[in-house]
């Protein structure tokens, strides 16, 4: 099985994602965003991992909602099913009970006193998971 490895860029200062033409990876694996000008007109080549906090790089899933729409790291998806009521934010694991994978945080209204993470997502997009936005373009959704 071949695995699809894509990646998006968050730009912190324009408030966009970048283009893919925009975006390079140097030759030891630093990301780089290459020609985005500011509102001045200052051209930019700049290493996003040089602690600027410029870019966020989120990577691709490797799963599709049931749209047919992309899945990343950032995403905020859902479903209408009554038993799953709330959104959920894709991340990746960062905890040893995570076994190093993507998971789902949910995101509630009023937090319970127990929350939990969904490790295995990929069964879950048979439940007519959708995406809704991601945590940059509709920070609203994580209310």
């Not at 000008?37 to 691709?60: E, I, R």
């Not at 960062?94 to 209204?109: A, H, K, M, Q």
Request: with cysteine; aromatic share 16%; charged share 20%.
């Amino acid at each position: 099985m071949n695995r699809v490895l894509k990646f998006r860029v968050w730009n912190t200062y324009q408030k966009k994602f970048l283009e893919s033409d925009q975006i390079g990876i140097s030759g030891i694996g630093t990301i780089l965003t290459y020609d985005w000008h500011d509102d001045n007109g200052k051209s930019w080549n700049t290493d996003c991992w040089n602690g600027n906090n410029l870019c966020v790089v989120q990577q691709f899933t490797g799963l599709l909602d049931k749209n047919g729409k992309e899945i990343y790291e950032g995403d905020i998806i859902g479903s209408h099913v009554s038993q799953k009521p709330c959104n959920y934010i894709v991340k990746w694991g960062e905890t040893r009970s995570d076994y190093c994978g993507f998971v789902l945080n949910p995101v509630f209204i009023n937090p319970p006193k127990f929350t939990y993470i969904i490790h295995n997502f990929k069964m879950w997009m048979a439940e007519g998971f959708e995406v809704f936005g991601n945590i940059f373009e509709n920070p609203n959704l994580l209310a």
